[in-house]
């Protein structure tokens, strides 16, 4: 089992930033690809960023250059620095892992997620 505690949510005005945390434990391996999604009500739940194992990112085509994903293999974090925020960018954000990834950005291909962290963000 896998397990997922991310932290670092908050509320920020427009133009801010944050920085979110993953922490991963149990049964957890560096072959395994780690993402960010977001989901607000009634909304489906978007791809925001993930690695692979070799450390090649992706990203969702509505955070291109504003937000930055990477992790610490040392310590299991995976990280997601939130930049120029936009009130658009409020949802709830998820982390997510599984050792059997194709299409990155694809809620369905990850197994194991986090509870969430809520972003706020104000105009």
């Known amino acids: 089992q896998v397990q997922l505690v991310e932290s670092g949510g908050g509320s920020v005005q427009a133009g801010g930033s944050l920085r979110l945390s993953c922490v991963a434990s149990?049964?957890?391996?560096?072959?395994?690809?780690m993402a960010w999604f977001r989901q607000g009500q009634g909304k489906e739940r978007e791809g925001v960023a993930a690695?692979?194992?070799?450390?090649?990112?992706s990203y969702g085509d509505s955070v291109k250059g504003r937000f930055t994903i990477w992790k610490d293999n040392y310590n299991n974090t995976l990280y997601l620095q939130m930049d120029s925020l936009k009130p658009e960018d409020t949802d709830m954000y998820y982390c997510?892992?599984?050792?059997?990834?194709?299409?990155?950005?694809?809620?369905?291909?990850?197994?194991?997620w986090g509870q969430g962290t809520q972003v706020t963000v104000s105009s």
């Open positions: 997510a892992t599984d050792p059997l990834v194709i299409a990155d950005l694809e809620p369905n291909e990850y197994k194991y």
């Open positions: 690695i692979d194992s070799d450390g090649n990112r």
């Open positions: 149990g049964s957890i391996y560096r072959s395994y690809t």
